[in-house]
DNA sequence: AGCACGCCGACT
DNA sequence: GTCGGCGTGCTC
């Protein structure tokens, strides 16, 4: 005990900070709360937020100047950061979000870091490239092909590299090489031009003519635009009510103004279609972001956005934490989409940091959809957020007729999932020639394998979780978990007791096939789940098939919920609609109102009318109630009303703890040694309440056992500040993890 | 996060 | 005797 004092005493003299030495603060793109100390060169000189490389261990790291501030630091150990790295460097309003995003989700402000540089390949040094240009040749004496390469060469006046000159003659790059070896055309190197931007002008491709209700809402979000303040505003309007028209509005002022646009979408919605639709609007490409890239797209793009070259970008939530110079403007489409919510690494909500971003570069943002989540209704109604709606739809098409079947008093035979109104509605756009389409959430064919004579389940040998069993129509069946992709092979008798008295139990979309052709040996089928969909290419297929007309049910997983508009599907049947309503975790309701309203609103989307029939056993729920009414500010109210009642979110705050390792016994330890030092307020009504620790309802995934506790506090209190405070009394040994997830969507 | 240092088991 | 396992601790 005593040498230790000393020890620490001798360890602890100040260190002298030479005068003439400059120092500076360089946060690293690695899992570290603080930046670390570097002399500057003499003759170098670095503002804050220039991108640096500095030496680190026995490698090299990029970094970004953080401050000027010099710590207390043994001199001996501070190294010389090499050079400064030539790219713009990272705004004031960009490092205060990065600040601002460890702090709120509790996370390293270096990981944070990390997801705005990204790409390393973006700051290395840029390599001169090989181009060429025309040398002597005699046009007269080529071939085609080569006469093609010349006039690429003599249109641009500029050196060009063989993969270009190739593309833009068409042909193919061995023409261009021969061209070389016969000295027709001379090597040039490519001068990279530091700040080139391109030529841009926003076109007003406006074919589309917006109505009264449309146009007033899209002034309101130009003059937002112009005004350039921060501002957050829901764009609220049902499908069909030409949103992303409106909100296109405001993205051609921004670009006008010279800023620039960042789209944020959930990474499913990203598609070349849509591409394309912003290309009609203005006239360009826009920049794309999402985890699809290929490091070189990554790394052209990253340069292109740091630079302000890039002026529309359209990605995933990821997008935001990149460094743009210019921002102007930044939409979130689809808001409402838990696929906004980050879940590994850094966790967070990409809409939630979008309106912090919006907030810190003093911008406005615009959150856009259908059914809005009960976060931004909530923070509509303490006017927090302004509101525009668009309630109607446009043109000609209306909401479906909507009924239940209340399946407590159905009495189905076993192996059935149909009820006896679900066939009549079936049968009667079949005698119609029209589309139906039937919904059921669980992919495979059966939920569950189970052995009638030993009692045995097929379990995932690393997650708890049953096997899904997949019954493809050709080859052979497989177990499948949903959870960690680990597949095996069905087997014919029970592993366990060698009986052939295997039963799938439960249905899946496949299982449901099998009695839709049972039942109708003449309808053409056609199925659209992730597992039969296939690649690109074959879903384009299905997709066609359906549009001409080639099918009469189709039969879909939560997929078909997304993006597709089928003109001739008039009925939409719900095969189980209490499904999302299982673990009944906080947003359980609000998830399900919002994924059932959007699937029958698939049916009669054009001139014909559409039905939509539910199957449940809980017909007086409020999401039965609310669905059958059409009534969506009622759901939003009672829903409001149950979570103000029993204090959750958006009432107050909440936080989870994920403590994970690789065997139960010291997971749970940590969890109870974590408990131990919760951070609780006891008596009557308390600011701070710590629950669990609880076994998640997933115990065992991927091979990790997992336990969660959770933090509620009420909306004043600083739950981070807590957490932090809470986590740094105790040791994390090695090989365990505690995860924070502030505002957690996923309770498994 | 990487990476080296360090201390224990099965092998040429 | 050595190669290599991954636990622990450090990186300005």
Not at 215 to 223: G, H, M, N, P, R
Not at 457 to 468: D, E, I, M, N, S
Not at 533 to 543: C, W, Y
Not at 706 to 712: D, F, K, N, S, V
């Amino acid at each position: 005990m005593f040498y230790h004092a000393l020890a620490s005493i001798s360890n602890n003299y100040q260190y002298i900070v030479s005068m003439e030495k400059k120092y500076v603060q360089i946060l690293l793109p690695k899992p570290f709360e603080v930046p670390f100390q570097y002399e500057v060169p003499e003759n170098v000189t670095v503002e804050l937020g220039d991108v640096v490389e500095v030496p680190f261990g026995r490698k090299y790291s990029f970094g970004v100047v953080w401050s000027f501030e010099a710590q207390n630091i043994d001199p001996a150990k501070v190294k010389k950061m090499v050079r400064r790295v030539d790219t713009p460097a990272f705004t004031s309003a960009f490092r205060k979000f990065i600040a601002w995003v460890s702090n709120y989700n509790v996370a390293p402000l270096g990981s944070v870091l990390n997801m705005a540089i990204s790409v390393n390949a973006a700051l290395e040094l840029i390599k001169l490239k090989t181009g060429y240009v025309l040398g002597d040749v005699d046009v007269k004496q080529l071939t085609a092909k080569r006469k093609l390469v010349v006039e690429v060469l003599r249109g641009v006046n500029q050196p060009l590299t063989v993969q270009d000159i190739a593309m833009r003659a068409s042909v193919s790059d061995a023409v261009v090489r021969a061209m070389i070896g016969k000295d027709m055309l001379q090597e040039q190197e490519i001068d990279f031009v530091e700040g080139f931007v391109p030529e841009f002008s926003v076109q007003d491709n406006t074919a589309f003519v917006l109505s009264d209700e449309q146009k007033e809402a899209a002034d309101v979000l130009i003059s937002k635009v112009t005004d350039a303040k921060n501002s957050t505003t829901l764009l609220d309007g049902v499908t069909g009510s030409g949103k992303t028209e409106v909100y296109f509005e405001a993205i051609a002022q921004a670009l006008t103004d010279g800023k620039q646009v960042l789209i944020l979408l959930p990474e499913i919605t990203l598609t070349t279609q849509l591409m394309a639709r912003f290309y009609d609007r203005f006239g360009f490409m826009p920049t794309n972001w999402h985890s699809g890239l290929t490091p070189a797209q990554r790394r052209e793009g990253w340069r292109e956005i740091a630079r302000g070259e890039a002026r529309l970008i359209v990605g995933a939530r990821s997008a935001l934490m990149l460094p743009y110079p210019e921002l102007g403007l930044i939409v979130v489409d689809e808001e409402h989409e838990a696929a906004f919510k980050q879940e590994d690494g850094v966790v967070y909500h990409g809409r939630d940091m979008a309106v912090a971003r919006g907030f810190m570069e003093n911008i406005p943002v615009i959150l856009a959809s259908a059914s809005p989540s009960l976060e931004t209704v909530f923070n509509v109604q303490n006017g927090k957020y302004d509101c525009l709606q668009l309630p109607n739809r446009f043109g000609v098409a209306t909401l479906p007729d909507t009924s239940v079947v209340d399946m407590r008093l159905e009495k189905l035979g076993a192996r059935h999932w149909l009820s006896a109104r679900m066939k009549e509605e079936l049968t009667l756009n079949l005698d119609n020639k029209h589309q139906s389409l039937l919904y059921l959430n669980r992919r495979g064919y059966a939920p569950l394998t189970l052995c009638r004579t030993c009692g045995h389940r097929f379990q995932c040998p690393t997650c708890t979780a049953w096997l899904v069993l997949h019954k493809p129509p050709y080859g052979h069946g497989y177990l499948q978990c949903h959870h960690c992709g680990h597949r095996e092979s069905a087997p014919k008798t029970c592993p366990k007791c060698d009986s052939d008295t295997l039963a799938p139990c439960g249905p899946g979309v496949e299982r449901l096939q099998e009695e839709v052709a049972e039942a109708f040996p003449h309808a053409r089928i056609a199925m659209m789940t992730s597992d039969t969909i296939g690649n690109l290419e074959r879903a384009q297929k299905t997709v066609s098939a359906i549009e001409n007309g080639e099918v009469d049910i189709i039969i879909g997983t939560q997929m078909i919920a997304k993006g597709y508009n089928f003109p001739k599907l008039t009925f939409v049947g719900v095969v189980d609609a209490d499904l999302g309503l299982e673990g009944g975790d906080l947003r359980a309701a609000e998830r399900t109102y919002q994924l059932l309203h959007q699937v029958a609103g698939r049916a009669g989307r054009y001139e014909l009318k559409g039905r939509a029939l539910f199957q449940t056993y809980m017909p007086d729920s409020i999401v039965m109630q609310a669905l059958l009414e059409h009534d969506r500010d009622q759901f939003n109210e009672k829903e409001l009303q149950r979570r103000a009642y029993s204090s959750v979110p958006p009432y107050s705050r909440m936080a989870a703890l994920i403590i994970s390792g690789k065997t139960e016994k010291e997971v749970y330890a940590l969890a109870k040694q974590l408990a131990a030092c919760a951070p609780m307020d006891r008596g009557a009504n308390p600011k701070i309440r710590v629950l669990g620790p609880a076994p998640a309802p997933m115990l065992l995934l991927r091979n990790n056992y997992r336990y969660r506790m959770l933090i509620m506090a009420k909306r004043e209190v600083n739950i981070q500040a807590a957490i932090r405070d809470w986590i740094s009394h105790v040791k994390v040994p090695s090989g365990m993890k505690v995860k924070v997830d502030v505002d957690p969507y996923s309770f498994m």
